[in-house]
């Protein structure tokens, strides 16, 4: 029964690789080591979650100790030319594959990420450092939220979890709901706590360049298995 539906079925290259779903958890993982690694060691800035950010801003802006407004407004700025970057390939997309456009921009990404942990490796105590590793991150993390957003999948946008816990709790059976998206909205916020955890505990035990590069793999690997279905 199986091996005839198999027959009968459309062969879709779309679907070769590993699904988007899954993709995204991962890359929710890579979020989260990367805003470790900038905000515990880059001086308090973020360079995936740009709504921290801007509050961030705000912080230096008033004078708080700790915060840099020129880190802040640096990370702003690589991020929005990055997001710029993401949607001038996809639109150079539009219509073609959805599993080479996303290959594509992850490849994009493992190269900005495997770039600043060369960065970090090599010259971890230059002035300049700083500042390369938020504009090569912030630069990804762009490039990589414009993509998701094009994509579309509900739920999964692997920076930011406001809406996430927001649909979560309001969507529950407890909240009148059907609670029926609760796993993948709670793998999400999984997701990010995890690379968090092992982000900082990496930052404060071993050095920045470590993170990085373990995000520099794990989105080379995610390139060359992706799909382009959810």
Known sequence: MSTQRAETEPYDPEA???RLVPVLLLLTVVSGLID???YLGLGHV???NMTGNVVVLGFAAAGAPGFSIAHTLTSLASFLVGAVAGGRMAAWRAGGSRRTWTRLTLAAEALLLGAS????FAAPDAPATRYALIALTAFAMGLRNATVRKLGIPDLTTT???MTLTGLASDSRAGGGTGVHSPRRTASVVAMLVGAALGAWLVIHVNLGLPLLITAVLV???AVTASGRE
Not at 117 to 120: G, I, L
């Open 46 to 48: 973020f360079t995936a």
């Open 160 to 162: 930011v979890l406001t």
């Open 36 to 38: 470790a690694v900038s």
């Open 16 to 18: 070769r690789g590993l």
């Open 220 to 222: 080379a690997l995610l």
């Open 117 to 120: 942990s060369a960065v970090a």
